[in-house]
């Protein structure tokens, strides 16, 4: 007998919540900001937006469906089953935090605040979020984003939606031979960022561009790219290969540092850890971010 879906909702603590927990009381918070010229209306009016985006979600969910909810600081700690329906109440970056935690599953972009965000992944109102339940179940028409995939040499894995950096924990020199096809370059660096065309319009487009505008691939294309920050000659490094491409061929790192960190999409809580010798590579993941897109 299969199992009816799961409705996972996931959100992260809003900045005003994040205010009223670092002050302790809601007047600290608000004589806190006040002395600085800022009030606490804004932060408290986009926490009553993003409460009833969740409450709106919710009611929405079919009756027979299970429900679940999970928060961004605990996505790591989160089992999603393979018939959840993952609901993303948030800004993209939300979307992105997810993504590497699935495994196909279908999700759906929710904007709490419709006109102030231009969201790309979360691209639906609370108020059609009955008909998109319906719908992801029942005639789900998804955009698959391509996703970049990092793999040391003793089997760990780490997936991301936008990008993964290597490098230095502290961003101090990571010293490394990089490896991209029948080309090898030792090199020392402040670490290597590979993303998707997803990523593109964020970390990756500002190093596209100190680069003179490099090429960058679309959010489905099954390619990725590289880039190199600010890697350095000396006797015994170089810094001729410091961007590209990812295809068929992948990216590989062999680590020469005592220890370099991996981790994806901002989330520097969950990451590899490499030391002197393993290596790691980077390629096209074989998942994918099932996206609902706005029409059937």
Known sequence: MSLAPRAVLVHRRTPFADAIARHGTRGAAEFFLRTRGRTLDDLEAGDERQRAALAAVAAAVPLDWRTGTVERADLSRFLFAPEDVVVVVGQDGLVANVAKYLDGQV???????PGRNAGVLVRHPAAHA????????SRPVCEQRTMVRAVTDDGQELHALNEIFVGHHSHQTARYVLGCGDRREEQASSGVVCGTGTGATGWLASLARARGGAALPGPTDPALAWFVREAWPSRTTGADLV??????????LDVLSDELVVFGDGLEADRLLLTRGQRLTIDVSPRHLALLTPHP
Not at 130 to 137: E, F, I, Q, T
Not at 243 to 252: I, R
């Open 130 to 137: 009955r008909d998109l339940l319906h719908r992801s179940v």
């Open 107 to 113: 999700v759906v972009g929710i904007d709490p605040d």
């Open 243 to 252: 961007a590209g491409s990812v295809g068929a061929e992948p990216l590989t």
